[in-house]
Nanobody, 116 residues
Framework: QVQLVESGGGLVQAGGSLRLSCAASGTLLSFNDMGWYRQAPGKQRELVAQITIGSITNYADSVKGRFTISRDNAKNTMYLQMNSLKPEDTGVYYC????????WGWGQGTQVTVSS
C-alpha cells in the first residue's frame, strides 16, 4: 500500500525553525509534482509549497522567504525547512505527491504549533 508519511512537526516558539519530512513507503513509484499543504483549525487546507521532479519550486505568498521545499528523489523523500515561524503557521501539515496520474496524499499529517 502506497503511503506518504509526514514527520518532524512539533511545538516551537515564534521565530523558531522546524524541518518536516515526507517519506514514501510501500512503493517504488517515482513522484512527479509534490507539495506541502496545511490546515489550520477551522480553515480549509491550503497549498504551502510545491516542487517538481526537476526541483522547480513555488510558494504561497505567506511563506516566501521563510520556507524552503526540497526533495531527494533517490530516497523518495520531500522536505520543508521552515524558518522564522509565526503563530499563523500553526496547523496540520500534509504532503501530497503525483505518480501514475494519481495524487497519493492526505495521510495523518504532522502537527506544527507555533507559540507567540
Amino acid at each position: 500500500q502506497v503511503q506518504l508519511v509526514e514527520s518532524g512537526g512539533g511545538l516551537v516558539q515564534a521565530g523558531g525553525s522546524l524541518r518536516l519530512s515526507c517519506a514514501a513507503s510501500g512503493t517504488l513509484l517515482s513522484f512527479n509534482d509534490m507539495g506541502w499543504y496545511r490546515q489550520a483549525p477551522g480553515k480549509q487546507r491550503e497549498l504551502v509549497a510545491q516542487i517538481t521532479i526537476g526541483s522547480i519550486t513555488n510558494y504561497a505568498d505567506s511563506v516566501k522567504g521563510r520556507f524552503t521545499i526540497s526533495r531527494d528523489n533517490a530516497k523518495n523523500t520531500m522536505y520543508l525547512q521552515m524558518n522564522s515561524l509565526k503563530p499563523e503557521d500553526t496547523g496540520v501539515y500534509y504532503c501530497n505527491g503525483l505518480a501514475r496520474a494519481k495524487w497519493w496524499g492526505w495521510g495523518q499529517g504532522t502537527q506544527v504549533t507555533v507559540s507567540s
